[in-house]
């Protein structure tokens, strides 16, 4: 049985309102919609808060969902609204003078060989996280899903209602301006 098709009983069963099939599109997805949220956001705790709210919204819409298209890339489309409605509310947030911490590094794993290594990739990826979270929705949201997620040009295009040239387009500049982001503080291995 294909992704998709397995896709498709899922959310069938889902819609006839079976919980194991919920579960089993929570478990299949969840994993992604976080990452793609920790990408958009850089902040750990915002992404969980934000996954919980795409699954909210992925099964109170299941009924619109077109079985043609790819559910990762419908999925992940709800994900990124979810992560702009977040990023507004955060703009509010810091014109009303309330500060957000910024806590980006806090995720990264304790696998180096070294002290100095771990610092040094902790820094990196932390202004890497950093970069990729300042960078214009446009740029972003192409990058995290054609990069992070690993979805298609196509899918990445459906997904954000774009021609596959435009995703092509913005993929090069969003990759440039985080290299230039990058070296310009002293970190251009992207």
């Given amino acids: 049985m294909t992704a998709a098709s397995l896709d498709a009983a899922l ?26 949220a920790r990408s958009a956001t850089g902040d750990p705790d915002e992404a969980l808060d934000i996954t919980q709210e795409a699954f909210i919204a992925v099964f109170g819409a299941l009924n619109r969902f077109d079985p043609e298209r790819s559910f990762k890339a419908w ?49 990196e990826l932390a202004a890497t996280v950093r970069a990729i979270a300042e960078l214009p929705t446009g740029l972003k949201d192409v990058l995290i899903l054609c990069t992070v997620e690993g979805l298609s040009q196509q899918e990445t295009a459906t997904t954000l209602g774009l021609s596959v040239k435009a995703v092509e387009t913005r993929l090069g500049r969003a990759r440039k301006k985080l290299q230039e982001t990058l070296r310009g503080e002293g970190l251009a291995r992207v």
């Fill in 75 to 123: 999925i992940s489309a709800i994900t990124l609204n979810k992560c702009r409605d977040w990023a507004r509310r955060r703009a509010v947030r810091r014109f009303m003078g309330l500060p957000m911490p910024e806590q980006a590094a806090d995720w990264i794993a304790d696998e180096a060989p070294s002290a100095e290594t771990l610092v040094a990739d902790r820094a």
């Fill in 11 to 36: 959310v069938r069963a889902a819609r006839a309102g079976d919980p194991g099939a919920q579960r089993a599109l929570v478990e299949r997805y969840r994993e992604t919609v976080y990452r793609l």
